[in-house]
C-alpha cells in the first residue's frame, strides 16, 4: 500500500514483542467508529498476522490515522510513527486489565541534572522515556554513542547556568544519568542530521557497530535488582539515501539467535551476519562501496535478559479474547465476499429501480431529483435476460410475472427523465446485448392496489403499443401550495380531455363536475395550459408529441377576480417559483458550529418576504429577526 514498507517493519516488530501483542488483544474496542479506531485496527493487523497464511493489508489501519490515499506515499518520521501508536494505545487501556502494560514493557528513567562547581546548588528533574536517540556521526559503536550522551557538559563563559537570585550565574556541570533501563529498549539512531551547506538533511551511512548482546550496567546511576544486559531482538533497516529508499526488519522471534528477514510481504531466513553486520552501514572496501554504502540500521530493539520468557511468551488463540476473534472472524468472510465481487464486477451490472412510492415523496419537476431519490438497486449477471430480470424483480416485490411492467427510465433531449416503453423483443435477450447502456434505470408499473374505488384490483392497467399511453399525473392546491402525485393512468391515444376528467377528479379526492385548469409538464420553465375548448379533441392532438412518460398537472379551476387569496394560485406560478428558488442553511450568529436549519427562498422575494418565510420556519416574530451574510 503506497510507500509503507517502513510501517511494516515497525508494525512486524511490535507483533513479534509477544507480551505487548496480548495486551492489544484485549484493549476494549466497542463502541466506537471502526473506521477511526487505532486499537481495533491494530488488533485487526495482529490477528491477521497471527492466522491468516495471506501477506496482511494496512488500508484500514491507516485510515485509522485519518490519511489519505496520497499520505501513505509520504515517509513519516517512524519515531514519531511510533509514539502515536503507543500513545493512542495506551489512553485507550487506562482503566482496563492491561492498563500499564506499555510503561511497564518501555518505559525507563533518567534524571537531567545541573550541578553548580563552587556553590552548594543543584537542580535536578526525573524523566521518563520509550526511546532513547543515539548519535551515530563520529562514533564507531553503541556504547561510544552511550558514552555521549551522559557526558558532562561544562557551562562556563557566555553559557553559565542562572541559579536564582541567591547565586546568579554560576559555572556548573549539566548531564543525565540513567536510573532504570526498560524490559524492551527502543534504540533511535540518529541517521539522518541536517547539513547546513545544503541547507537539508542527509544521512549519514557511517559504519556504527551495534552488538548481539549489549551490557548498560555502567551507564546506570546504581544498580539494578537484575543485571542491564540485553539481547538483540530486532534490527530496522533503511537502503537508500534522505528523499527515498525501502525498509526492511531483521527480527529474532523467540530470542534464539535465528533470525527472519521481513520484507513486506516477503519473509526468509537470514544468518546473523546478514541481520548484525551487514547493516552496521559503511563499506569494508572500495569494491563494496557503491552497493553497500547506502544500507543501515536507523532502530534498534534489544530486550533485557532477565525479561525474556516475559516478553516474547507464546500468544496462543486463547489469548484472543472470544468476542474479537467472532468480529475479526465476521469482517474477515465480508471481505472475502466484497474481494470476489471485485473480481467478478466486470460480470455484472447494476439497475436502479424506482416505483411510485418515490414519486409519491417528489413535489417538484419531473417524476423524482436524481440527485435524491434513492433507488433500490438490483445486482444481476451481464448475460442475464430481461426477461429473467423481471421474474427476479416481481418475486423480490411479491407480484406475479403478470403483474408487474418494466418502463426504461430515459433521459429526454430537453434534459428530463421520463418511462419509455421496453421493447418485447429485448426481453429474451442477455441484458448485455440490449444496448440499454448502464446503469440501466427501470419504473416498475404495478397494479393500483385499490384503484383509488376502494375496489380491489390486482390487475396492471391496459397497455396495447402504441395506441395506449402511460401518463403520470400530478394534482396541484394552491391553498397548500403542495403539487403532488396521483397516479398514473394508461389512455388511448384518442381519448379526449374531457373523457379523462372523471379520473383527474377522483385521484385528487374531487367533486364530480368540478371544472378543472390542466397542464402539460415538458421542462421547468415549460409548462403549458391545455385549451379548455380543445378538450372535446383527441389527447394526441392537444399535446405536442404525445408520448409514454409524459405527464399531466391540474388543478381546481380559479376565477380570476380570486387569484389573490393564494400566494401563489397557478400551476405555472408554482413551478416559476420552484425554479427561482434557492436553499439556505439559518445559522444562530451567536453560534455559528450548530448545524443550522434549511430552509427554501425564492430569488425574486423581498426581505418583508424573506423575513416572513423565515420567521415562519423558526416560528418567530419577523420583525424581530435580523439578517447577516456570512464571510468564508
Known sequence: QGATCYLNSLLETLFFTNKLRKAVYKVPTGGDDPNHMVPLALQRVFYDLQTSDRPVGTKKLTRSFGWETFDTFLQHDVQELTRVLLDNLETKMKGTVVDGTIPRLLEGKMISYVRCKHVDYMSSRSETFYDIQLNVKNKRNIYESFKEYVSVEIMDGDNKYNAGPQHGLQQADKGVVFLKFPPVLHLQLMRYQYDPITDSNVKINDKYVFPPRLNLDRFLQTPEETPAIYLLHAVLVHSGDNHSGHYVVYINP??????????????????????????????????????????SAYMLVYIRESHIAEVLCPVNEDDIPILLREQLNEERKIDV????????????????????????????????????????????????????????????????????????????????????????????????????????????????????????????????????????????????????????????????????????????????????????????????????????????????????????????????????????????????????????????????????????????????????????????????????KTHH
Open 254 to 295: 523467540k530470542g534464539d539467535g535465528k533470525w527472519c528477514k521481513f520484507d513486506d510481504d516477503v519473509v526468509s531466513r537470514a544468518s546473523g551476519k546478514e541481520a548484525i553486520e551487514s547493516n552496521y552501514g559503511g563499506s569494508e572496501n572500495e569494491e563494496s562501496l557503491m552497493v553497500r554504502s547506502c544500507t
Open 337 to 628: 465476499i466484497r474481494r470476489k465481487e471485485k473480481m467478478e464486477a466486470h460480470l455484472f451490472s447494476t439497475i436502479n429501480i424506482i416505483t411510485e412510492d418515490q414519486f409519491e415523496t417528489h413535489h417538484g419537476f419531473d417524476l423524482f431529483d436524481p440527485e435524491k431519490v434513492r433507488f433500490k438497486n438490483l445486482r444481476v449477471p451481464k448475460n442475464m435476460a430481461i426477461y429473467d430480470i423481471l421474474l427476479t424483480i416481481a418475486k423480490n416485490m411479491k407480484y406475479s410475472e403478470e403483474q408487474i411492467r418494466l418502463w426504461c427510465i430515459v433521459r429526454r433531449d430537453n434534459h428530463t427523465s421520463r418511462a419509455s416503453i421496453l421493447d418485447h423483443d429485448l426481453f429474451h435477450k442477455p441484458l448485455s446485448d440490449t444496448n440499454l447502456g448502464e446503469p440501466l434505470s427501470l419504473f416498475v408499473e404495478t397494479p393500483d392496489l385499490n384503484n383509488y374505488r376502494g375496489i380491489e384490483n390486482l390487475a396492471l392497467q391496459e397497455h396495447e403499443f402504441p395506441t395506449h399511453i402511460l401518463v403520470f399525473l400530478k394534482y396541484y392546491d394552491p391553498s397548500e401550495r403542495l403539487l403532488s402525485y396521483v397516479g398514473h393512468i394508461c389512455v388511448p391515444e384518442t381519448k379526449t380531455l374531457h373523457d379523462i376528467f372523471p379520473e383527474l377528479l377522483m385521484r385528487a379526492d374531487l367533486p364530480d363536475g368540478m371544472k378543472l385548469m390542466v397542464y402539460e409538464e415538458t421542462t421547468p420553465t415549460q409548462i403549458t395550459l391545455l385549451n379548455d375548448d380543445e378538450k372535446d379533441k383527441p389527447l394526441k392532438d392537444i399535446i405536442q408529441g404525445f408520448c409514454d412518460g409524459d405527464i399531466i398537472v391540474y388543478q381546481k379551476a380559479i376565477k380570476y377576480q380570486d387569484r389573490q387569496l393564494y400566494e401563489l394560485p397557478f400551476a405555472e406560478e408554482y413551478f416559476f417559483d420552484l425554479y427561482n428558488r434557492v436553499d439556505i442553511l439559518l445559522v444562530p450568529k451567536e453560534q455559528p458550529d450548530d448545524p443550522g436549519i434549511p430552509i427554501s427562498l425564492g430569488y425574486n422575494m423581498d426581505y418583508k418576504q424573506i423575513a416572513k418565510s423565515v420567521a415562519q420556519k423558526l416560528n418567530a416574530d419577523a420583525r424581530r429577526l435580523q439578517f447577516f
